[in-house]
């Protein structure tokens, strides 16, 4: 009997990327089992946290790494960790920030919505934020203007596909925190494939997801400078109690490191690549449909499926209305636009998409 018969759960078709409340993604059966082996021992947890540690900094080249138990955990305890420099005594008092140092400057087109805002993950650790810019475009004289401000704990950016208006350079950013001494977090939750890159732009601290693109199970890593990673872990003693890895998180975390080294990155690209150029070709027969390939918008070796659809919302909604489910990217339905993301997808769950596309469009 499957898990999902066992538990009277809906079986879906996830074709709507690294969502969390469908499950976020699939972890290989060496990560399943590297867990399993994980849950029924003891184990030192710092020790476990100091392999981790030489983990991440291994394959990011930061000086250190943390597991948090998921990103948005990492983006609460970052801010913490700028505040109080892992000090006993403010990692105790948070979210009282008497006497510390409390703003956190963010571009407002990086106000994101994740199943919450990250400004309540910020507020969350007793800051404030102050925003800089607006939604269209924050440049770096309204970032230069809010970082010379008074109390100021950092800067926060975000690298999505979720941050709005114009890009922002985000190593000139964090240049100019660095020249007022003020450090800088970037949360770059569904980039890992990319945090080498997010960490050459000078940012203290890089906060990435396990459970997205890694495969792990649910946790966050942090990877950055030594003494500001050991603040973000001093959290422990604090508001990151609620907020713990597991151990079965951290070993699952270990396991996903080790398989993402050794896999043929170059391979794994062309393979998804020719996964979405086929089905972009299946699509493409259906009458009244235009149909795309689309690279990810942060540079993501990632490309998903656009369809231009008559009433996308009606669309999207049969899809989920259907046996089973089948999820897509809705968030431009206004434009009659559906994204599809096929990297967890496997060949009989594609073919289950294209006939539903078939059935629903003609
Ligand atoms: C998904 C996401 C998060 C939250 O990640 P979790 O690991 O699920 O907490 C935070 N920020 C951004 C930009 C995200 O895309």
Redesign the pocket.
């Given at each position: 009997m499957s898990i999902h018969d066992r538990y009277r759960l809906s079986v879906v078709i996830n074709a709507r990327g690294?969502y969390?409340p469908l499950g976020?993604s699939r972890s290989s059966d060496a990560v399943a089992a590297a867990v399993a082996e994980a849950l029924p021992e003891f184990f030192v947890l710092d020790e476990l946290r100091d392999r981790a540690s030489e983990a991440i900094a291994q394959i990011t080249g930061a000086q250190a790494g943390a597991v948090v138990?998921?990103?948005?955990?990492?983006?609460t305890l970052a801010v913490a960790a700028t505040m109080t420099g892992g000090d006993p005594r403010r990692t105790a008092a948070l979210p009282d920030t008497t006497d510390m140092h409390n703003r956190v400057v963010l571009p407002a087109c990086h106000v994101?919505d994740?199943?919450h805002s990250?400004l309540q993950?910020i507020r969350l650790a007793g800051a404030q934020v102050d925003l800089a810019g607006d939604e269209d475009a924050c440049t770096l004289a309204d970032l230069e203007a809010e970082l010379d401000g008074p109390d100021v704990a950092c800067l926060m950016l975000?690298?999505?596909r979720?941050t709005r208006g114009e890009p922002i350079d985000l190593a000139a950013a964090i240049k100019a925190a660095h020249r007022r001494g003020v450090p800088a977090i970037i949360?770059?939750?569904?980039q890992f494939p990319q945090i080498a890159d997010l960490l050459a732009t000078g940012a203290d601290l890089v906060?990435v997801?396990?459970?997205?693109y890694l495969g792990s199970p649910?946790?966050?890593l942090v990877a950055g400078s030594w003494p500001l990673v050991q603040a973000v872990r001093a959290q422990d003693k604090g508001i990151g109690r609620v907020m713990k890895p597991t151990k079965e998180a951290i070993i699952g975390v270990l396991a996903a490191l080790e398989e993402w080294q050794a896999i043929d990155r170059v391979k794994w690209q062309a393979d998804e690549r020719a996964k979405v150029d086929a089905f972009v070709a299946a699509v493409s027969r259906i009458p009244g449909i235009v149909v795309t390939a689309v690279p990810d918008p942060t540079g993501l070796q990632v490309s998903r499926v656009l369809l231009k659809v008559d009433d996308a919302k009606r669309i999207a909604t049969e899809l989920e209305a259907g046996s089973p489910p089948i999820y897509v990217m809705t968030d431009r339905v206004d434009d009659d636009e559906l994204m599809l993301e096929l990297v967890p997808l496997n060949a009989e769950e594609i073919a289950a998409v294209l006939a539903r596309l078939w059935a629903v469009l003609t």
């Open positions: 690294t969390t976020v138990h998921c990103t948005a955990a990492g983006i994101v994740y199943g990250n993950g975000v690298s999505s979720l949360d770059g939750a569904a906060l997801s396990g459970q997205k649910t946790a966050g």
